[in-house]
């Protein structure tokens, strides 16, 4: 009963109060290495996290798959690290860890007692300098990627629409295939192929190093210097700037998928980069549109007139172009076309009439209240300092992200949505069941 009267005080105050600066310090090592430390001694936690510059994007177009296969391929073990041993000396350390990979990026951390730091700090240089990469280890991940591919695409309801999207509008750009890759690219691969991945990508000078939390500045310094000081710097990575010509006529597709029978509506737009300040305000629709019961979609198309099982709009952000999406699940006999139809019209009304100050109101506190909880933990401020150093260049927007946001009008929120969520502008993909076929 305390806990739940303290979380409700919590909610009563300013947002601006609770709101801490986050303060760190940043170098770089001789190899290239950017690292950014945050001191933080209110618990005995810290974190080790390392962002490689590498992602889905930065794939062969033949060999699509490699920079998620590399996430699971870096923990079969190292030099020093006993092949299959990783989890194990985390968890016995009293610590935990993962990995991510988008299109732009792969994500390694670990959580230890701070008492550890140094252990974690080790790891991940072992990870960088020593990495086994052999045919068992290849074969071993291979499986594992497999299997995971099968249990959250082919045979997850709905596994399929965001990759059946980046086909539909993007023709150039490695955006257009899925994160995940294909098995296919994966199995014709050679172990040579791997290793001059890791080569090319996984080195100190394509990384950012962030240790967060219960640390000496001092001590960190030394032991980032020891373990990651003498790794070799890479070659110098060159990237195409790939650019996509714009949308200027409505886009269909249709893609059929066997684990549904409610089928899907999706309108896709091309956006600009996450560190425009139109994809700010993109965030900023979308909410408006759909981000809870009251929001307008959900309201109109749920709740008033039950044409809808779900509805939604919500932006993706990415390094060089994003995609803005509204979706629409229908109910009963309602049709596809009739849910577009209901789903622009809202879009429409966001085009040409400002938001309501209530709703303005309600979307800087959201907003507020978000930037204040991406940095509630030391695990999420690792990430922020990371992904802001990395893909938008920025690592003060960790405290000064917000003041973007606030400075958003509800003029601008008009304007961009005319500017960028058109018909003509769009791919319209309409996410089927698939028909059994007859037995003959």
Do not use: C
């Amino acid at each position: 009963m305390k806990k739940s009267i303290i979380y409700l005080a919590s909610l009563l105050l300013p947002v601006s109060i609770m709101a801490q600066k986050v303060t760190f310090e940043e170098y770089d090592l001789d190899n290239g290495l950017h690292v950014v430390l945050h001191q933080d001694n209110a618990a005995p936690v810290v974190t080790t996290a390392v962002m490689y510059h590498v992602g889905a994007k930065d794939e062969n177009p033949e060999r699509t798959g490699f920079a998620h296969f590399f996430e699971h391929l870096l923990f079969e073990g190292t030099k020093n690290i006993e092949k299959g041993k990783w989890f194990e000396i985390v968890s016995s350390n009293g610590g935990s860890n993962n990995a991510n990979t988008t299109d732009d990026r792969t994500y390694y951390y670990e959580v230890f007692p701070s008492n550890n730091l140094e252990l974690g700090l080790w790891m991940e240089s072992e990870r960088m300098l020593h990495p086994v990469i052999d045919q068992t280890g290849v074969d071993t991940q291979n499986e594992v990627v497999k299997e995971e591919k099968r249990l959250r695409v082919d045979n997850q309801p709905y596994g399929s629409f965001m990759a059946e999207v980046k086909k539909l509008i993007f023709t150039k750009h490695p955006y257009r295939w899925a994160t995940i890759g294909s098995m296919d690219h994966l199995d014709a691969s050679t172990l040579e192929e791997f290793q001059a991945f890791n080569k090319k990508f996984y080195i100190p000078n394509n990384a950012v190093l962030v240790v967060a939390g219960d640390l000496n500045i001092k001590k960190t310094k030394k032991m980032i210097k020891d373990y990651f000081g003498s790794i070799p710097k890479g070659k110098a990575i060159t990237r195409v700037n790939i650019e996509e010509a714009p949308i200027t006529k409505e886009i269909k597709g249709t893609y059929n998928d066997s684990n549904i029978q409610i089928p899907a509506i999706v309108s896709a737009y091309r956006t600009p980069s996450m560190k425009t300040r139109d994809a700010y305000v993109l965030n900023m629709v979308s909410t408006v549109l759909s981000d809870g019961k009251s929001s307008r979609l959900y309201k109109k198309l749920v709740d008033e007139k039950k044409m809808a099982l779900q509805v939604g709009a919500f932006s993706v952000s990415q390094e060089d172009y994003g995609m803005y999406l509204t979706y629409g699940l229908p109910l009963g006999e309602t049709k596809l076309e009739d849910l577009v139809k209901e789903i622009d019209e809202e879009v429409l009304k966001m085009q040409t009439e400002l938001i309501t100050e209530r709703e303005f109101e309600k979307l800087q506190n959201k907003y507020e209240n978000q930037f204040v909880n991406a940095n509630a933990s030391i695990e999420g401020i690792a990430n922020s300092l990371a992904r802001y150093y990395m893909l938008y260049g920025d690592i003060n927007l960790i405290n000064n992200e917000i003041e973007i946001y606030k400075s958003i009008t509800r003029e601008e929120i008009r304007n961009v949505a005319k500017k960028y969520l058109n018909p003509n502008q769009r791919a319209l993909l309409e996410y089927l069941p698939k028909k059994e076929e007859k037995k003959k």
